[in-house]
């Protein structure tokens, strides 16, 4: 691993565990075993640390989530479920902290800081793909739908984070069928 990656991996579970406020330079340094110059060849500051973070996760994220939905056969609307039981998985995880973007916002609420807009932008992405779900479907009210799905994505990432549950997860698929039912029969009905 790249003494750069190396701070990445390091900075992200340390911003994710304790917050982006919370963690020092210092820390981050002494926990990667990195040379502060190290750390100032590859980013100019915290803030641009946790930009490369943000990207990095984000990259990540989106090429995950990309082989859960395409792992197995299944309908574009099959997938658009499929995304709940992402969701399960992953709120049931041990590592399961909440989502680090839903933090950046939290402690960056300036809407016009770059890393608040970093966050906004990776949500943005997932709701396309959400978006793009629904469209394939081809499902009725599609931009209700899909801002209903992605609203309850988020619910759920807060209220599982909260409770320490994955029950909120279990519920929300249960009510994500259901809104695609109820969008199949308004689709039927036109």
Same mark, same amino acid.
């Given at each position: 691993?790249? !003494?750069? %990656?190396?701070?990445?991996?390091?900075?992200?579970?340390? +911003?994710?565990?304790?917050?982006?406020?919370?963690?020092?330079? %210092?820390?981050?340094?002494?926990?990667? %075993?990195?040379?502060? #110059?190290?750390?100032?060849?590859?980013?100019?500051?915290?803030?641009?640390?946790?930009?490369?973070?943000?990207?990095?996760?984000?990259?990540?994220?989106?090429?995950?989530? /990309?082989? +859960?939905?395409?792992?197995?056969?299944? $309908?574009?609307?099959?997938?658009?479920?499929?995304?709940?039981?992402?969701?399960?998985?992953?709120?049931?995880?041990?590592?399961?902290?909440?989502?680090?973007?839903?933090?950046? #916002?939290?402690?960056?609420?300036?809407?016009?800081?770059?890393?608040?807009?970093?966050?906004?932008?990776? !949500?943005?992405?997932?709701?396309?793909?959400?978006?793009?779900?629904?469209?394939?479907?081809?499902?009725?009210?599609?931009?209700?739908?899909?801002?209903?799905?992605?609203?309850?994505?988020?619910?759920?990432?807060?209220?599982?984070?909260? $409770?320490? /549950?994955?029950?909120?997860?279990?519920?929300? !698929?249960?009510?994500?069928?259901? #809104?695609?039912?109820?969008?199949?029969? /308004?689709?039927?009905? !036109?």
């Amino acid at each position: 691993m790249s !003494k750069r %990656d190396q701070l990445l991996d390091t900075a992200w579970r340390l +911003f994710y565990r304790d917050g982006y406020h919370a963690t020092g330079i %210092d820390r981050i340094l002494a926990e990667a %075993d990195v040379a502060k #110059m190290t750390l100032y060849k590859h980013f100019r500051s915290k803030e641009e640390l946790i930009l490369a973070v943000l990207k990095n996760r984000s990259d990540l994220f989106q090429e995950s989530f /990309s082989r +859960f939905l395409q792992a197995k056969k299944r $309908t574009p609307e099959q997938r658009l479920v499929a995304v709940f039981d992402w969701l399960i998985g992953w709120v049931s995880s041990k590592e399961f902290r909440g989502c680090s973007f839903q933090k950046a #916002m939290a402690e960056y609420q300036d809407l016009r800081d770059p890393i608040h807009q970093a966050a906004l932008a990776h !949500k943005a992405t997932f709701y396309g793909e959400i978006r793009r779900l629904v469209a394939e479907a081809g499902l009725g009210n599609p931009k209700s739908l899909s801002d209903q799905l992605a609203l309850l994505v988020e619910g759920t990432i807060v209220r599982a984070h909260a $409770t320490g /549950s994955p029950a909120p997860a279990v519920h929300a !698929k249960d009510a994500a069928y259901a #809104m695609i039912r109820s969008a199949r029969g /308004s689709k039927a009905g !036109k």
